[in-house]
């Protein structure tokens, strides 16, 4: 017997084990079922479960689910990433609680360490994945450090190296002072600093009291300027083009150049040139021969090195030992030092607030900086060329369509991709250097011994490179390197090209277009046929999750309070294509609401007899409820089967839900109750036979998004033995006879008593209040149809009779139209008609009100271009809001007013 009460904790667990042992998530290679391949976007073994993971892995889910019902064999990859800066910083962490640094007990010794922390704890969130329900092949787990995708990252670097692909290179690189490593972009985030904008007075050289001022938010930096640009078009530096400036502090010597980089309606016009610490200015310097040069170091202190020879005195500009005072100064420290001498100079304009974007390590915390180090580059724009074919001639599609865009934008201005990393944990770049510095790039160290030999004719002492590949290049591989490559084995040849990868838009350069271009370029073939995008998890109001703002959700609390199929079904629910999904409390416990629902509803089922029979035959149904119930679950079917094919997760959610709540539960069982309780009666039979065969179809349905109550109710209620249900066939439609009338005549009773009910309610009708329904204009067959169904019409409308009406309606009567006819409520005192009319109008006078006032701000181009977009949609949805009420209330208006 049922619980009464739904406790999802009570069979989740239980449920979960007993799939993993039984390898019910396995895939089967040797199996004459087509394959049906997703690579789990490997998690960072430093990670738990974020409200982010919990809609990637819903998603991907319901598709390994609903295809594995289909009879598809399906390999859903699991593993883990090493997350190179991430994990160095969480064991470098843990260590200095011991009064260890890395530094101090060397690199052998820490990466031991790391290892450790990883056997330890490092598999927090694959656990975790396992309370949502994510039925991943566990025993094909992989980690991007483990030995078979280490030979895979060690073959594609030497390969790409051998091809050209890859090459040492000097340039500019997000620099992390604290981590003294390049990171990625995807490792920067922008933060708004409230700073200043310095305006500098750079002397004209051969023009005594002519300045050229610069404005500029990092003073710091001036020490590594190489010129001033201007716009060429502005006619108030137009002369001093081609002339040159002195640079204040240092005495250099610097050019004033034209470039359109520089914006004359910014600042001042003109733009000091540091290309040695900004990006922009670093292609400006391409374009003009400047020199690039560093004047902070690793650790963003002020280095002197690449600037002493230009050192010199310039009286009252530049003094050689003011600027050697700086040497060793942290960066912020120097700034304040050099604002103070430029002032002391009377070479510091003015200072204006300016608040402004400071790129930040994300995980540091402090301002990165553009720096020039000699690094390992990858020719990321003619491997980019394969992938930007593939995507161009259908061969890989993105879902929604529209982020073709930002692929082809990112993809067709692709930068070299530094592959280096200044970090000890991670793959380590696979180099030796002579003593020359010549590089000999080998799979092994042996085989750079055999490289140095032939180059130097002599056995050489080589060292090993410091640097590790960044964390993106062995996930770039995850796709084929996961499957065993580089060895050919059966299930690299069954598994690759995948069929669907899910992520989010955040890391389509990152890791998407990279795992293409590799795969294209070493497989020959796209790595995956359908790339879809989900957006974001945000709250209920459409704001951006944050600690700061406090509305951050963690999903293994939504799990133990609502259930995992709660928070998975209303993420389903939430999840529209090109939408970002707003979560909130009140919408998991919607979810919960709409899984208890079904609970009971099988609680129902019980309590009136209804277990499965497989010898049941729809085809044979001869009553108009089994028959429209039937209907209705073949529809639901379809319904659900098109939506999932079309990645529309938010249909078919929706789908199932409406057949489950709204036909099954709300209006199917009401409507069986007389005939169950019927006894051992031909309609009591068919009602039952009808009941048990849609339960099942729903409990199928409803699988791939809520996998643990439909488990647990598939053995309970006897459609199979346990644990079955995740290998049960996926629906199909099955044949009804007169579909068409079943469904005129059930829809027009639901039609009728949701009518009644529609109006009671906004009659603010008593509940025990009963009176006759008067039908006017309704043929033979309505009225027959309403005697025929008359003791549930009077149940569930809460009605004495239904009587004609052929003249005049009497006063008083709230009227609806219902097909051919219009039916009537009789309310003349039962309520104070005036008194509602009144109501109702001053209801719609306080929406019309809101509606206009929200339409009035939309309006305003003004509040729509500053606004924030989650603000301007939250409006547009409170004024869709508004209109619908208003139509209700004028409808409901129109029922009583005559």
């Not at 998530?25 to 391949?37: E, G, K, L, V, Y």
């Not at 992390?176 to 933060?191: C, G, M």
Request: proline content about 6%; charged content about 25%; glycine content about 8%.
């Amino acid at each position: 017997m049922l619980e009464k009460t739904l406790t999802p904790a009570d069979f989740e667990a239980k449920l979960y084990e007993g799939w993993e042992q039984s390898g019910a998530f396995s895939a089967r290679p040797d199996s004459p079922a087509q394959p049906f391949t997703i690579m789990i976007p490997p998690p960072n073994v430093t990670g738990s479960l974020h409200i982010g993971h919990a809609l990637t892995f819903t998603v991907q889910d319901m598709l390994i689910r609903w295809r594995r019902m289909q009879g598809r064999d399906t390999l859903w990859q699991p593993g883990t990433d090493h997350a190179g800066i991430a994990t160095q910083m969480v064991v470098e962490r843990l260590l200095g609680t011991q009064g260890l640094k890395r530094r101090e007990i060397g690199r052998e010794a820490f990466t031991q360490h790391v290892w450790e922390w990883k056997a330890q704890s490092g598999g927090t969130i694959t656990r975790q994945l396992r309370r949502l329900g994510a039925s991943l092949d566990w025993p094909r787990e992989r980690f991007t450090m483990d030995e078979g995708l280490s030979e895979a990252v060690r073959e594609v670097f030497v390969t790409l190296h051998e091809q050209g692909l890859i090459y040492r290179d000097r340039r500019l690189v997000n620099w992390d002072p604290v981590f003294q490593s390049a990171i990625s972009d995807l490792e920067v985030e922008s933060r708004e600093v409230k700073g200043h904008l310095w305006h500098l007075r750079y002397p004209v050289e051969g023009q005594p009291g002519r300045f050229l001022t610069v404005a500029t938010t990092r003073p710091e930096t001036m020490l590594g300027d190489t010129a001033v640009a201007v716009h060429p078009e502005d006619e108030r530096y137009r002369d001093l083009i081609g002339r040159h400036v002195i640079l204040p502090l240092t005495g250099r010597r610097i050019p004033v150049v034209a470039d359109e980089y520089s914006d004359p309606e910014k600042g001042t016009g003109a733009v000091k040139i540091t290309p040695g610490h900004d990006f922009n200015d670093f292609q400006v310097g391409k374009r003009h021969g400047l020199a690039a040069l560093s004047v902070l170091d690793a650790e963003a202190r002020v280095m002197l090195e690449e600037i002493e020879g230009d050192l010199a005195a310039v009286d009252g500009i530049a003094d050689p030992d003011f600027v050697r005072s700086l040497a060793g100064l942290d960066r912020f420290k120097a700034r304040e030092a050099i604002v103070a001498e430029m002032e002391r100079l009377e070479l510091l304009e003015k200072i204006e607030a300016h608040v402004h974007a400071v790129p930040h390590g994300d995980r540091s915390g402090v301002p990165i900086e553009p720096r020039l180090t000699m690094q390992w580059y990858c020719d990321a724009a003619t491997l980019a060329k394969p992938a930007i074919a593939a995507v161009e001639d259908g061969r890989m599609q993105f879902v929604p369509k529209q982020w073709e865009n930002t692929f082809f934008a990112w993809m067709r201005e692709i930068e070299p991709w530094c592959v280096s990393r200044q970090l000890w944990w991670g793959h380590r770049i696979p180099a030796w250097y002579g003593p020359d510095g010549t590089a000999f790039v080998a799979r092994d160290e042996a085989a750079a011994q055999a490289q140095a030999r032939a180059h130097y004719g002599r056995d050489e002492t080589l060292t090993r490179d410091e640097d590790v590949l960044d964390t993106w290049f062995s996930s770039a591989l995850w796709p084929f390197s996961t499957l065993g490559w580089p060895q050919q084995t059966p299930e690299l040849a069954r598994y690759y090209p995948t069929d669907v990868l899910v992520t989010g838009f955040d890391i389509i350069f990152f890791w998407v277009a990279r795992m293409m271009m590799m795969g294209m370029h070493f497989m020959g073939d796209v790595p995956f046929r359908t790339i879809y995008i989900h957006g974001l998890v945000r709250d209920e109001k459409g704001q951006k999750m944050s600690k700061s703002k406090g509305n951050v959700i963690d999903p293994l609390e939504l799990i133990d309070s609502y259930g995992a199929d709660a928070m998975r079904f209303t993420i389903a629910a939430l999840a529209g294509p090109g939408r970002d999904v707003k979560l909130g409390r009140s919408r998991v416990e919607n979810g919960r609401s709409f899984i208890t629902k079904l609970w009971n509803a099988a609680r129902f089922c019980e309590m009136n007899g209804i277990q499965a029979d497989p010898g049941f035959l729809p085809e044979a149904c001869t009553t108009p409820l089994a028959r429209w119930v039937i209907d209705a679950a073949n529809l639901a079917v379809r319904e659900a089967t098109a939506a999932l094919q079309a990645y529309r997760f938010d249909e078919y959610a929706a789908a199932v839900r409406r057949f489950a709540w709204d036909t099954f539960c709300d209006w199917f069982l009401e409507f069986a109750k007389p005939a169950l309780a019927s006894g051992d009666t031909p309609e009591a039979r068919e009602a039952k036979g009808a009941a048990q065969h849609v339960l099942g179809v729903l409990l199928k349905l409803m699988h791939p998004v809520t996998p643990f109550v439909t488990e647990e109710l598939w053995h309970k209620m006897g459609y199979g033995p346990e644990l079955s249900l995740i290998h049960t066939a996926w629906p199909e439609p099955v044949r009804v006879s007169e579909p068409e009338a079943a469904r005129e005549e059930m829809d027009w009773l639901v039609g009728l008593v949701s009518t009644v009910r529609g109006v009671r309610a906004e009659m603010n009708v008593p509940p025990s209040q009963r009176f006759p329904l008067l039908v006017q204009g309704a043929g033979p067959e309505v009225l027959a149809r309403g005697q025929r169904w008359l003791d549930t019409i009077a149940r569930m409308a809460r009605i004495e009779a239904i009587q004609p009406l052929a003249g005049e309606p009497p006063k008083g009567v709230a009227q609806a139209v219902l097909g051919e006819a219009t039916i009537m409520l009789p309310l003349a005192g039962i309520i104070d008609i005036d008194a509602e009319r009144a109501r109702l109008a001053k209801e719609r006078g306080k929406a019309e009100a809101e509606a206009k006032k929200i339409a009035a701000k939309l309006d305003n181009a003004d509040f729509v271009a500053r606004a924030k977009p989650e603000v301007v949609e939250e409006n547009r949805e409170r004024l869709a809001a508004a209109q619908a009420e208003i139509a209700r209330l004028e409808a409901a208006l129109g029922r009583i007013a005559a």
